[in-house]
Structures are given as C-alpha cells and as structure tokens.
C-alpha cells in the first residue's frame, strides 16, 4: 500500500487504514425502522493509504479503478457532483465538513477485496475506511458510531442512496469474534457523553456543531468455529436492477405504515399488538400489513439470536435465519429465485438454517453448516445453480472479523 501509494502520490503516506465489509446475521430491514440488526464484519475490507494535504485537494485513486487519479477540491463538494465511486469518499469529506469538523484534503489510495455488488456492504466499507482515516489524520474527536453515522449521511445525502445504519455501524464498530447486537434508534447524547466505552480520538481538530447522537449496542460472542460450525458466504453473483428502486418504495411503506398507526417507527410496534395492526391497515392500499409483519417478527427474531448467541448456543441460530428467509421471502418480498434456491438447497444439504443478507434482489445468502458438511452444502449449491442454468455461485467461508482501525 505505501509503495503503491508513493507511486501514485509521489511523496510517502502518513499511515495505513482498513474498513471490513459485513454480512448480517440477522435483522433485516429494520435498521430504516429504528428496530434491531445483527451483524458481523467480513475479514474483506478496504484498505486505505492515506496523506492529509494543505491545499484543499482530495485526490483519490483505486487499485479496482481505471487507472485514473479523481482530483477534487473539498470546499467545492456538493450532492450529486461526483457520480463514479468515488462519490463514496467524497461524500464521507463532505459529510465531516458539513458536521463542523475542520479538516483539509487528502491523498487517498484504495485497495479492496470486499466483492463488489454481492450485497456485502463494500461502499459502507470504502466510506468506514475514509472516515477512520480522516479521524486519524486531522485528529477528529469521534467515536466510530459518529463514524458510522458520518459514513451514512455521506450515503443517503451524498451519493443519494435511503439506507439505514447497519452496513456503516457493521463497519466501523465490530469486533473480532463477536457479531454486533445494535439498536438503530437513534439516541440523543446527554451532554455529549457516549454511553459507549470512549474509542474517541486524542485531541479535538473542530468543533462539531450538530448535537451529538448516540447509537446503543453491544458485542455478543459469536465464534461457531468453537462448536464445529461454520458460516458460508454464498454470494449468488445476482443483482436486480429493480432492488434500487424498491428499497426506496420499502423503506417508504414502512414509513407510511408506522404514520397510519400513530407510531414513531414501526419499532415501537409489539408482537402483541401485530394483530390488531394489521387489522388497521388491511383497508390501506399498497400490502403495507406484510411489510409490518416482516419488521415485527425480524425484531423478535433478534432478540431471540441474541438471547442464544448470550448462551452460547450457535446450532440455534439455524432455525431463526431459515425463519428470517421466509418471512423476506413471503412478507418483505425481497428475495429472488438466486436466494432462495440457494437457501433452500443448503438446507437440504445439511445446513441448520440458512437466510439471504442485506437488501435482497440478489446479493448474498449465509448459512450455518456444521464443518463436516460445509463441502457438500457448497457443492449442492452449485450443482443446483449449474441445473437451473445460472453461473456458479461464489462460496466462502466466514468468521467474524474485527472493525475499522488503523493497520500501520
Ligand atoms: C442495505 C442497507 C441497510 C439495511 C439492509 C437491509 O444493506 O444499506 O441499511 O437496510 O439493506 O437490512
């Protein structure tokens, strides 16, 4: 990375950051409902050297790109400039200007081996990656879940894109072994203090001038290796094109729905009360009662993974992730035949439960499979892929990887 770096830039670094991307165990579609996710970081991450600069220029190269250096100056950032990838970075500069912090330009070489368009958060991971290093570079006074929510306005107000802040959070706040118990509802900070243990940086470089916001969460233990199982990653190599469109239409009939029922966020809505919901908006047009019911039970769903994961008891995960792929299936209606052929064969094939991850439409499927079996769930997969006609699938196996930080 320095070499390559110093190739580029002519001069040396500063310094050496890296941001995972993420598959989520479970939780899905709730994070833009205020409700619980619970994901893991990848060891795939980006990779960033990087060098602050006194000119205002932000000049940005990627070993994936096309050989070309993207020279910006960061007072001249504004939504919708800059379309190509590096929107992503840009709108992480963008997004610390925009919160008060006083910062510069900068060099910025990417490398990345997070798949691209498998569903695994690698834009979350290339915005993760430019916020540590700025924090580091301009000694910014951040914890990484104002990272996270840096990273995501960068995301939503930048580059355009309504997502929630799961894949950011994933991103800059896992740890090794442990999948990330969050709650996405935000919290106002009382006098600023995190209620999580301070990962702030040394010294203040600006003054923030949005109140702070704090996210709760927690790392739960998650290393099924431990009990002989393992996770595999099974990117389906799909993508729709209708998945951009829908997320946005999702997001808003859940919104809608959470309006019509006199609530905050659909969040606030108890598996007890489900019933009576549903009732209320069955006279409602747009099917906003399945959406609700997803939301509902995938929030239970977390809660109950977590009250597993507390006790150690991996294999139990299985059947609540097979459980969260029918209701995206059935309810959510976000899966395709991709995922769910790929669920269903690596049940079939001795996997305890398996679930697409992230916003559906193509991407990603995991599944817990006992290590012995792990081989054969990937062949069948494959093999039922080649019979339907489709290319293989990319299969690999995962554990739970650590967190945004500095590398060298
Ligand atoms: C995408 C979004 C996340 C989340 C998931 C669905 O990954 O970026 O914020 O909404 O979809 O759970």
Known sequence: MRDEFERIF?????????????????????????????PIALPQAVRVAAAPRSDGRLRLYSAQGDDVVTDLLVDRLAPGAVTSWAGYPAGVVWALREAGH???????????DVPTGAGLSSSAALECAVAVAFRDLYQLELTSAELALLAQRAENDFAGVPCGVMDQMASSSCVEGAALFLDTRPQPSAGGTPTQPSDRGTSAGGTPTQPATVLNYRQVPFRPAEQGLALLVIDTRVKHDLGDGAYATLRAG????????????????????????????????????????????EDERVVRAVELLDKGDFAALGPILTAGHASLRDDFKVSCAETDLAADTAVAAGALGARMTGGGFGGSVIALVPQELATAVEEAVEAAFLAAGWAAPKVFATVAAAGARRLD
Do not use: M, Q
């Open 10 to 38: 002519g001069a040396a670094p500063s310094g050496v950051w890296a941001a995972p991307g993420r598959v989520n165990l479970i939780g899905e579609h709730t994070d833009y409902n205020e409700g619980f996710v619970l």
């Open 254 to 297: 859940c919104e809608r729905a959470a309006e019509l029922l006199g609530l905050a966020a659909l969040r606030d809505l108890s598996a007890e009360a489900l019933p009576a919901a549903l009732a209320v908006l069955d006279g409602h047009p747009g099917e906003l009662g399945p959406l609700v019911r997803h939301v509902v039970t």
């Open 102 to 112: 006083r910062i510069g330009g900068a060099d910025l070489y990417f490398d990345s």
